[in-house]
Nanobody, 118 residues
Framework: QVQLVESGGGFVQPGGSLRLSCVAS????????MGWYRQAPGKQRELVAT???????NYADSVKGRFTISKDGAENTVYLQMNNLNPEDTAVYYC????????????WGQGTQVTVSS
């Protein structure tokens, strides 16, 4: 059973930057992917970025060129560097891990709030 803990959220002005971290524990030997989703007020949860085991990345069109997903060498921590933030980025950001050969086991963190406002 994988447990995820996010950190790094907060309040930032438009144009600012934040770096989110997610630490995975409790059995991470067969991780298929690690990624980030977000849910804004009144909206459905949406994909932000995904990093697959082989190193391939995938980004939502709305964050391409501004956000960067990465992991440490031990593959137990995933980061989301967010630059040039705008108010539309305001949301609760959730870390996601999929395990198993085909990523069928799905785990979620508790979420961290990101608020972008002047």
């Amino acid at each position: 059973q994988v447990q995820l803990v996010e950190s790094g959220g907060g309040f930032v002005q438009p144009g600012g930057s934040l770096r989110l971290s997610c630490v995975a524990s409790g059995g991470t030997n067969y991780i298929y992917s690690m990624g980030w989703y977000r849910q804004a007020p009144g909206k459905q949860r949406e994909l932000v970025a995904t990093l697959f085991r082989r190193g391939t990345t995938n980004y939502a069109d709305s964050v391409k060129g501004r956000f960067t997903i990465s992991k440490d060498g031990a593959e137990n921590t995933v980061y989301l560097q967010m630059n040039n933030l705008n108010p539309e980025d305001t949301a609760v950001y959730y870390c996601n891990v999929r395990s198993g050969t085909w990523g069928t086991n799905d785990y979620w963190g508790q979420g961290t709030q990101v608020t972008v406002s002047s």
